[in-house]
Nanobody, 127 residues
Framework: QVQLVESGGRLVQAGESLRLSCAAS????????VGWFRQAPGKERAFVAT????????YYVDSVKGRFTISRDNAGNTVYLQMNSLKPEDTAVYYC????????????????????WGQGTQVTVSS
């Protein structure tokens, strides 16, 4: 089973950028669909972005389209979430998640689709 570790979260000002990393170990990440989710205080975990095994398909929640970019480096066993023009409402714990699938093009925005989760990294955006 693959293990996931997120990093890159910190306190930033509104309008600034951050890049989150999701590093995998234990298995080769290129067999896995990967997604990013976030959980704000008092709210349920919510979908942010997902990327297919081959990196050819991506999908974002509407609130981050045009600001966030998900990408993957299968050789480096890492998935990234580039976050630009950050807003206070982006404040949350960000989690990456993965699931081994056959399709190289499928994506999913449903947390129940994923069976491996990282421990999360805190992103705080001040106004």
């Amino acid at each position: 089973q693959v293990q996931l570790v997120e990093s890159g979260g910190r306190l930033v000002q509104a309008g600034e950028s951050l890049r989150l990393s999701c590093a995998a170990s234990g298995r080769t990440l290129n067999s896995y669909l990967v997604g990013w989710f976030r959980q704000a205080p008092g709210k349920e975990r919510a979908f942010v972005a997902t990327i297919s095994r081959n990196g050819g398909n991506t999908y974002y929640v509407d609130s981050v389209k045009g600001r966030f970019t998900i990408s993957r480096d299968n050789a480096g066993n890492t998935v990234y979430l580039q976050m630009n023009s950050l807003k206070p409402e982006d404040t949350a714990v960000y989690y990456c998640a993965a699931v081994a699938i056959v399709s190289v093009e499928a994506v999913s925005d449903k947390p129940q689709s994923y069976d491996v989760w990282g421990q999360g990294t805190q992103v705080t955006v001040s106004s």
